[in-house]
């Protein structure tokens, strides 16, 4: 053996005596490789989506959804100023227009039902429940729940006949693929697993992530609703020559707000409006109609279908009481309304006058209860 060769066989043993004493510290048990009938079903399933039917048909439109912030303004952005104050790092008209061409091109639709014939409404607003009590549990932020949450009604409208079977491993892989955007430290791969019961392998959500960001074309930084109320609530709340990025409402009203657009979400028929002025709407039932005009730029014509659409949810709201902000550990008190959390949603959804579909997904264990991952 020569001299060299020796050195390579001794960096070998000593990387592979490292793993080996990295495993054994972590402790965490490791997931089981699919069984090779499992593999093949999965393959099957995932076969049939493995290339998304786009809606986009018109070439032209197609190249200018390919980019988010296209080189576009729609004559409403071009015609009504900027409602942003005076900003001290850019240009308030130009932040403005790329707000609104982004929620142009970032399209939603409730017309996905249509193509997915074993699935429900109500289906949808269980998944969109059950996540959110995911987030809770792994004190997720808000944003990122509504970013998951866009994932899986835009992925929906590229696919078609998607069995019910399937929308837990969606619904959990695109809550993964959110904690990465928003997160500064999200889940583990191998929580996201765990928070299924072991209904999916972390194979499973790996494959369905890749299928998913194929689909939305890796297109995943929209303005979603609860970024727009955040946005129109800080501009209402705001001291003269305040900076815009330093928090200037109050989180309690604020946290009161997030559960009306939170059980607005969950019903499909908020997809009939755009973002903005769904987060628009929320706000007209806590402020005065001309702050509402003028933080959001919209007309009270074009907020008050929405508004009259939200009116059950706010009788089903205010029945519930108050919510009170909730301390959870390691998250600073001025963070924690940003922290998504959980009610009894689903409840308050049926005072509205849903129809009950059944379907159920497992309810997240108690931290105790949690596997170690570190």
């Known amino acids: 053996m020569t001299r060299r060769s020796a050195r390579q066989q001794r960096r070998s043993e000593n990387v592979a005596g490292q793993k080996g004493k990295g495993n054994k510290q972590c402790g965490r048990k490791k997931v089981q490789p699919l069984s090779k009938l499992q593999c093949e079903k999965n393959q099957l399933v995932l076969e049939d989506v493995a290339e998304p039917r786009l809606l986009v048909e018109d070439p032209e439109t197609e190249v200018k959804t390919d980019v988010v912030d296209v080189d576009f303004i729609s004559g409403d952005s071009l015609v ?16 403005w227009g790329k707000m609104v061409r ?19 409404p109500r289906m949808r607003s269980i998944l969109l429940d059950w996540l959110i009590e995911v987030s809770e549990e792994y ?3 808000r944003q990122t729940f ?27 892989t695109c809550l993964f693929i959110a904690s990465k955007m928003e997160e500064a430290c999200p889940p583990k791969l191998s929580q996201m697993a765990y928070i299924t019961a072991a209904t999916y392998y972390e194979e499973e959500i790996l494959q369905m992530e890749l299928i998913i960001l194929k689909a939305l074309r890796w297109k995943l930084c929209p303005e979603t609703a609860v970024s727009w109320l955040k946005l129109y609530f800080q501009m209402a709340s705001m ?11 109050p989180q309690e009203a604020y946290i009161q ?12 028929n908020s997809l009939d409006f755009e973002y903005r002025v769904l987060a628009a709407s929320v706000l007209s039932h806590f402020m005065k109609q001309e702050t509402v005009e003028k933080v959001s730029g919209l007309s009270k014509d074009e907020v008050q279908p929405c508004v ?22 390691k998250i600073k008190k001025d963070d924690r309304h940003n922290i998504q959390t959980h009610t ?25 209860e949690k596997p170690c991952t570190h």
């Open 80 to 95: 009504r100023p900027s409602p942003l104050p005076p900003l001290r790092w850019g240009s308030s008209e130009d932040v």
């Open 308 to 329: 009259n659409w939200m009116a059950p949810f706010v009788e089903s709201v205010s029945q519930s009481g108050n919510l009170t902000l909730k301390e959870f550990v």
């Open 257 to 268: 707000m997030t559960r009306l657009l939170d059980l607005c979400i969950l019903n499909i």
């Open 146 to 172: 509504y970013l998951a949450q866009d994932y899986f009604d835009r992925f929906m409208l590229t696919q078609n006949n998607m069995e019910k079977n399937m929308l837990q491993l969606i619904g959990i």
């Open 139 to 141: 004190t997720l932020h």
């Open 239 to 249: 001291n003269f020559n305040s900076d815009l990025l330093e928090q200037q409402f």
């Open 344 to 368: 009894d949603y689903l409840t308050m959804l049926d005072a509205t006058g849903e129809k009950e579909v059944e379907i159920q997904f497992p309810t997240p264990p108690s931290s105790t």
């Open 102 to 120: 982004r929620e142009q091109n970032y399209s939603h639709s409730k017309s996905f039902v249509q193509k997915h014939p074993t699935i429900q």
